[in-house]
């Protein structure tokens, strides 16, 4: 069974990092073809993809968001870090990550988290 | 990279078919074959419905079907039936090897 689960502060104060993990099981981050990805969605808006990380290392970011963005992996773990620099109040969202696996379905988020609910507040 | 442009709102009634589209540029929806649909109920994480513009999961119903016209892709919902109610989301790869979602739509259904 593929599942992802995400982990981090509920509530972080403007200006911080914010550190999200993501830790998997089910599936390998050294396969071949194997990408995981975060996705935000603030509250009652639209989906935003954040990162991506590759099975064999390759990084990409939001052109927006890159600055502030940092995807990292633990292969030995099978856990995936993403960092966010600067938090805003406007950073509050739920952030997902997902997988995606070219050789099950392409270039889509096949399986997701259930993702984690990020505050920004003083 | 600008967002994918969704309706806001669609509806239907049960029994009917409803589309709703999908509209990018030749950076993203235009450039690839790597349309994606996502379906997602309040409070729970998205749910992947259509991949590569037109291919469906294994478990998804068959009622549920994607196709692409140059910058703009289609998500239809045939039958439509009361547990098809929730938001649906685009996403397309781009050119710049990163994604980009749409807006998202509420189906509604009546």
């Known amino acids: 069974q593929v599942t992802l689960k995400e982990s981090g502060p509920a509530l972080v104060k403007p200006t911080q990092t914010l550190t999200l993990t993501c830790t998997f099981s089910g599936f390998s981050l050294t396969t071949s073809g194997v990408r995981v990805s975060w996705v935000r969605q603030p509250p009652g808006k639209a989906l935003e993809w954040l990162a991506r990380?590759?099975?064999?290392?390759?990084?990409f970011y939001s052109t927006s968001l890159k600055t502030r963005l940092t995807i990292s992996k633990d292969t030995s773990k099978n856990q995936v870090v993403l960092t966010m620099t600067n938090m805003d109040p406007v950073d509050t969202a739920t952030y997902y990550c997902?997988?995606?696996?070219?050789?099950?379905?392409?270039?889509?988020?096949?399986?997701w988290g259930q993702g984690t609910m990020v505050t920004v507040s003083s | 990279q600008s967002a994918l442009t969704q309706p806001a709102s669609v509806s239907g009634s049960p029994g009917q078919s409803i589309t709703i589209s999908c509209t990018g540029t030749s950076s993203d929806v235009g450039a690839y074959n790597y349309v994606s649909w996502y379906q997602q109920y309040p409070g729970k994480a998205p749910k992947l419905m259509v991949y590569d513009v037109t291919k469906r999961p294994s478990g998804v119903s068959n009622r549920f079907s994607g196709s692409k016209s140059v910058n703009t892709a289609s998500l239809t919902i045939s039958g439509l039936q009361a547990e098809d109610e929730a938001d649906y989301y685009c996403?397309?790869?781009?050119?710049?090897?990163?994604?980009?979602f749409g807006g998202g739509t509420k189906l509604t259904v009546l």
């Open positions: 997902a997988r995606i696996w070219t050789t099950v379905a392409g270039m889509s988020f096949d399986i």
């Open positions: 996403s397309s790869y781009t050119r710049s090897s990163t994604w980009v």
């Open positions: 990380i590759d099975w064999d290392g390759d990084k």
